[in-house]
């Protein structure tokens, strides 16, 4: 029997706890058209999000309730609150890791009656009327993606603690290289697979728990058996 692992889950926001990018909709809603040139940049890897963020925000006017205002209307998975439940019960550290909008993400979850979870994200600031900065309290100078917010650092713990990461999108690709547990649906499904790393895909937070269910009862990666994908659940540590 392996000795009992601390498990920490990790779960991206924008497309994974939303069931659209919330920050895009704040951009469509709010901003000028030319943030849609800033994008492509993104897209084709010519800029990091950091800052493609930075220059989109600053073309985003709106005043503060309309910002919280719009965030309220926002989607979620209605069986989100259902694992942050289970989480709680069973002891599994768990925070929101997003490449977005630490207000937007806040304004979502306490609509959500989840206002005390932990949202590791970059920082909207109000500067007055209707203009904003983003700043990125979690970035680092190291980041290979140049991230707005390097979820690969947040990620990176002890030896003695789990680390899974549920994601679904762009920014969570290279911290699914450094997590000892990957859930993936979408476009991260498809960069797992095509770089032949080892992951469990989920449809929804019920999927989720099921398989968390795994987790808690087994603790230890090397005892743990699944069915319930295409490839393992674990992926090796290093």
Not at 103 to 109: I, K
Not at 142 to 166: H, M, P
Not at 203 to 216: A, G, P, R, Y
């Amino acid at each position: 029997m392996g000795a009992q692992l601390k498990i920490a889950a990790f779960v991206d926001f924008d497309g994974t706890i939303t069931f659209e990018d919330t920050t895009d909709a704040i951009l469509e809603r709010f901003a000028d058209e030319r943030w849609y040139d800033i994008e492509r940049e993104w897209i084709a890897g010519r800029i990091g999000s950091r800052e493609c963020l930075a220059r989109q925000i600053d073309l985003v006017r709106a005043f503060p309730e309309e910002i919280d205002d719009f965030a309220y209307t926002a989607e979620f998975d209605q069986t989100f609150p259902a694992f942050v439940a289970f989480c709680r019960q069973h002891g599994i550290e768990l925070n929101v890791v997003s490449d977005g909008f630490d207000r937007v993400a806040r304004t979502v979850l306490a609509g959500a009656g989840l206002a005390d979870l932990g949202i590791i994200s970059n920082h909207l600031e109000w500067l007055g009327a209707d203009r904003w900065r983003l700043g990125f309290p979690y970035s680092r100078g190291d980041c290979q993606s140049s991230a707005g917010n390097c979820k690969c650092a947040t990620l990176t713990g002890s030896a003695e603690t789990l680390s899974v990461l549920i994601g679904d999108g762009r920014s969570d690709i290279c911290a699914s290289g450094v997590a000892d547990v990957v859930l993936a649906r979408d476009s991260l499904a498809v960069h797992c697979r095509s770089a032949n790393r080892r992951f469990s895909q989920f449809t929804d937070f019920e999927s989720v728990i099921t398989l968390f269910e795994e987790l808690v009862e087994v603790h230890a990666p090397h005892q743990l058996t699944t069915n319930a994908l295409e490839m393992p659940v674990y992926a090796q540590r290093a």
